[in-house]
């Protein structure tokens, strides 16, 4: 896998609003990684395979409370890199999992379960929303 290029995810110009290059994620698929601006140290890895990278990604940065709350990170103090754009879903999702395992992030490995439970040879491309639901 090429070198991550990870950037501030606010826009420069005007820090009210998301960097152009997150913008511009809308519709796309792909895999992200968020890091500790400061210290370098990876937090998160997460994935979009719905064509919804923008909303998976910018909902870091936003309030969540309720059920499907999620892991939050201040936006000025971390940096994001993407990579596997427009991939297939099945690409994206084995691409996050083989990151995951390299970068063993905090949020991922020490906030979720399931990736023992990971079947790498099943046709990712065939799996439905229904295949990833969690059973509570």
Same mark, same amino acid.
């Given at each position: 896998?090429?070198? !991550? ?7 420069? *110009? ?5 960097? %152009?290059?997150? &913008?511009? !994620? ?7 990684? $968020?890091? *500790? ?7 998160? =890895? ?6 919804? !990278?923008?909303?998976?990604?910018? &909902? ?12 939050? @990170?201040?936006?000025?103090? =971390?940096? =994001?890199?993407?990579?596997?754009? *427009?991939?297939?879903?099945? *690409? =994206? $999702? ?5 990151? $995951?395992? &390299?970068?063993? %992030? @905090? ?7 399931? !990736? ?6 099943? /046709? ?9 639901? /969690?059973?509570?």
């Amino acid at each position: 896998m090429a070198e !991550l290029r990870y950037r501030w995810v606010f826009d420069s *110009d005007d820090p009210t609003y998301y960097a %152009p290059w997150v &913008r511009a !994620l809308k519709g796309r698929n792909g895999v992200y990684t $968020i890091r *500790d601006a400061e210290t370098g140290e990876v937090l998160y =890895v997460g994935e979009s395979h719905t064509e919804r !990278l923008y909303a998976t990604l910018t &909902r870091h940065f936003q309030s969540w409370d309720g059920y499907t709350a999620g892991t939050t @990170y201040d936006r000025f103090a =971390v940096e =994001v890199a993407t990579c596997a754009l *427009d991939s297939s879903r099945g *690409d =994206v $999702i084995r691409q996050q999992v083989a990151m $995951i395992g &390299r970068l063993s %992030p @905090y949020d991922n490995v020490h906030h979720q379960q399931g !990736l023992t439970d990971w079947v790498p040879d099943a /046709d990712l491309d065939e799996l439905t929303a229904e295949d990833f639901m /969690d059973e509570w």
